[in-house]
């Protein structure tokens, strides 16, 4: 069975900083991407940042520059480093891990930024 759990979230101000994290059961090296994604209401599910293989990554044009995602082989984690934080990134962020055709998802945190 696998099981992500996402920590981290909370109440910023615009321009402060966040490390979201993503404990993953088993190896973080038996899945073929992890990513994360985020949600407000009424808007559907987006890609913000994911990592593919040994080193394919992706981030959506809005958190380019400003979010880094980063896989710990150790802790079997997945991190979304976000700084300079704006409004607009106030969502609910969301841990997905993609095995063979099988996806994951954890039950998110919630990010509000503060204007």
């Known amino acids: 069975q696998v099981h992500l759990v996402e920590s981290g979230g909370g109440l910023v101000q615009a321009g402060g900083s966040l490390r979201l994290s993503c404990a993953v059961t088993g190896s973080i090296f038996s899945f073929n991407a992890v990513a994360w994604y985020r949600q407000v209401p009424g808007k559907q599910r987006e890609l913000v940042a994911g990592?593919?293989?040994?080193?394919?990554?992706r981030y959506a044009d809005s958190v380019t520059g400003r979010f880094t995602i980063s896989r710990n082989m150790a802790r079997n984690t997945v991190n979304l480093q976000m700084n300079s934080l704006k409004s607009e990134d106030t969502a609910v962020y969301y841990c997905?891990?993609?095995?063979?055709?099988?996806?994951?998802w954890g039950q998110g945190t919630q990010v509000t930024v503060s204007s």
């Open positions: 990592v593919a293989g040994s080193s394919e990554y």
């Open positions: 997905k891990a993609v095995r063979g055709t099988a996806e994951y």
